[in-house]
């Protein structure tokens, strides 16, 4: 049983880890009992408030940037519960929090339903849980500091001068609500996003037809560190609301950025990405023009299958309308191979001696110079003739 007294005791063990370094630091107080528990311990009809004495490691510090994060554990008794004077309404709650730089950023309650064993607990002024208890918690001995949680503070928290415990009872009868809150560590984190952007070998992406969206998260880059991955936006500073979820997009500019998913950290840097699309071209077909009374048979071909003649397959006759047929199943068709100059000519590996002097409309060749099949020819009616690339596909008349 918890009696109501005028009596606290407070103690508090700070430990900081800065970026890879561990100190230690503690600090006691004539009046404290450290054998029982380490922190803040209020009973019925007090509000103290305990300033933690911070080593100049920690106020000279600058926070790196993954911020700050606290934890602390916490207890309480349910006064009420413990001694409700002939069954009466009074039940009086404890309030308790933590405060730093003089801003308060987290808070908690016991219930003010004395049958109730569960209170709740809060961030405030811009600070986050990171873990733990959040909201409801559990109202058990004190002693036991069952209830932990971990909070971020703010990113406008750039340096700690201060750090408060403080609280108050509801007071002014029996049956109060008694508590404890320890803060067991201060870090100040690294975040591993870093500060540098995503590097790719190309920031312009261009989807080729009949594609219209790509899917982001096929691109990637060659220096993302570890602990962290890649993220997209719409914005070039990276954050939560302006993240891309369905990363399948169309044209656009596009801004990628590290993530760190333990300290819910980006990286300060961003890359931006432009897509483009590819209109399709404007393609036409015209039906081959069929003879169908007449036939004729093709006279001439080659063949690696074995067979020729009317005896044997009727080949190459069976094929139609042909000055010849080629025929294999493991075989190509390789065009001459011609080196073109400057002047657009057909010429010896020298890149002088003309090879074809006197080319004929419809001759066909492989520019070698140019990687395209190249066909003799006009496009002007026949008042000149040259070598062309086919490329492009078209509907001739």
Request: aromatic share 10%.
């Amino acid at each position: 049983m918890i009696k109501k007294n005028k009596t606290y005791f407070i103690s508090l063990v700070v430990v900081m880890l800065l970026l890879t370094t561990s100190i230690t630091y503690a600090q006691t107080n004539n009046n404290v009992n450290i054998s029982y528990s380490t922190g803040l311990y209020i009973t019925d009809g007090q509000s103290p408030v305990w300033n933690v004495s911070l080593p100049n490691s920690i106020i000279n510090s600058t926070a790196p940037s993954g911020g700050y994060i606290l934890t602390f554990s916490w207890g309480a008794n349910n006064g009420s519960n413990i001694m409700r004077p002939g069954g009466g309404a009074f039940t009086p709650t404890a309030t308790f929090g933590i405060r730093v730089n003089g801003v308060q950023y987290w808070q908690a309650k016991t219930p003010s339903d004395s049958n109730t064993q569960s209170g709740d607990n809060a961030t405030f002024s811009g600070a986050s849980f990171v873990s733990g208890v959040t909201g409801v918690w559990n109202m058990e001995s004190y002693a036991s500091l069952s209830n932990t949680a971990s909070i971020r503070l703010p990113a406008g928290v750039t340096s700690i001068t201060s750090i408060q415990l403080y609280g108050f009872t509801g007071g002014g009868g029996s049956g109060g609500d008694d508590f404890i809150l320890q803060l067991n560590s201060l870090v100040a984190n690294s975040c591993s996003a870093g500060v540098t952007a995503p590097s790719f070998s190309t920031t312009n992406v261009s989807v080729l037809c009949p594609n219209t969206t790509i899917n982001l998260s096929s691109v990637t880059a060659f220096n993302t560190p570890s602990g962290a991955v890649l993220t997209w936006h719409t914005a070039s500073t990276a954050n939560t609301a302006n993240k891309i979820t369905n990363t399948v997009v169309g044209a656009g500019t596009y801004y990628a950025a590290f993530y760190d998913s333990v300290l819910d950290c980006y990286s300060s840097s961003t890359t931006a990405v432009i897509v483009t699309t590819t209109a399709c071209p404007t393609f036409c077909y015209k039906p081959g023009i069929a003879d169908t009374g007449n036939t004729y048979s093709t006279k001439h071909g080659i063949t690696a299958l074995g067979r020729a003649g009317a005896d044997n397959g009727n080949w190459p006759m069976v094929r139609q309308s042909a000055w010849t047929v080629l025929e294999a199943k493991t075989k190509g068709f390789v065009v001459n191979r011609v080196k073109f100059n400057s002047s657009n000519l057909p010429v010896a590996d020298d890149g002088t001696t003309l090879i074809i002097t006197s080319p004929v409309e419809g001759m066909l060749v492989y520019d070698t110079t140019n990687n395209c099949l190249k066909l003799y020819t006009s496009t002007d009616g026949g008042a000149t003739f040259g070598w062309y690339c086919i490329g492009t596909q078209t509907c001739p008349d």
